[in-house]
């Protein structure tokens, strides 16, 4: 298995700009995590999905950023317009189960510096 | 609500001695615990989770954990570190989805 596939693994922009990040999960697998993490922060969790419907959102900072889930097999997370403190490191995750103890697999990321 | 605690954000330990890395959780029904590590530079890998059944876990690359419910604590053991154990670990419990503690680097001294 290829594991969950994330690209750009490093994105570079201008402040004021759309980014768009994007995630492949393990096939098979019906659920998909959004992670943020930071020095100041450490690893937060900004959405999920169960079978392409986000589940909880309540993590995602502010109206700049956006997921979708269009199908089973790929997810975004936007952010327009991006700003300086949205540089981050961007990981998404997938498991075979929303709930229970199955095993969160993650991606390896997307370095994300805004200028 | 769930939430976990990681003592200590650096852990510094000579190679081949005993690795300790602390997690406290606080969980209001029986929880599901994890430990991941990220090596520099990559996304976090398990290396063992507790479901409910043996309380003392056994992991990868030598690693185990002890759930004590009467101590609502989940630490993360290895007899006896290597150099490349050099890494950011972290802790983390499920309930209606995760939360991870804040992560513990752990330096191996040669």
């Not at chain 1, 492949?24 to 922060?41: A, D, V």
Request: one cysteine or more.
């Amino acid at each position: 298995d290829a594991g969950v596939i994330q690209s750009p693994r490093h994105e570079v922009t201008e402040m004021g700009q759309e980014v768009t990040l994007r995630c492949k999960p393990i096939s098979g697998h019906n659920s998909l995590f959004w992670y943020r993490q930071t020095m100041m922060r450490g690893l937060e969790l900004l959405i999920y999905f169960n079978n392409n419907v986000p589940i909880d959102d309540s993590g995602m900072p502010e109206d700049r950023f956006s997921a979708k889930m269009p199908n089973a097999s790929f997810s975004t997370l936007k952010i327009q317009p991006s700003e300086p403190r949205d540089s981050a490191v961007y990981f998404c995750a997938s498991s075979s189960s929303g709930v229970g103890t199955d095993t969160q697999y993650f991606g390896p990321g997307t370095r994300l510096t805004v200028l | 609500a769930q939430s976990v605690t990681q003592l200590g954000s650096h852990v510094s330990v000579s190679e081949g001695a005993l690795v300790l890395l602390r997690c406290n959780y606080s969980s209001s029904v029986p929880p599901y615990l994890f430990w991941y590590v990220q090596y520099p530079n990559q996304g976090l890998q398990l290396l063992l989770k507790y479901t409910s059944a043996a309380t003392l876990v056994k992991g990868i690359n030598g690693f185990e954990a002890e759930f004590k419910k009467s101590e609502t604590s989940f630490h993360l053991t290895k007899p006896s570190a290597h150099m490349s154990d050099a890494a950011e670990y972290f802790c983390a419990v499920r309930g209606n989805q995760f939360y991870f503690g804040t992560g513990t680097s752990l330096t191996v001294i040669p």
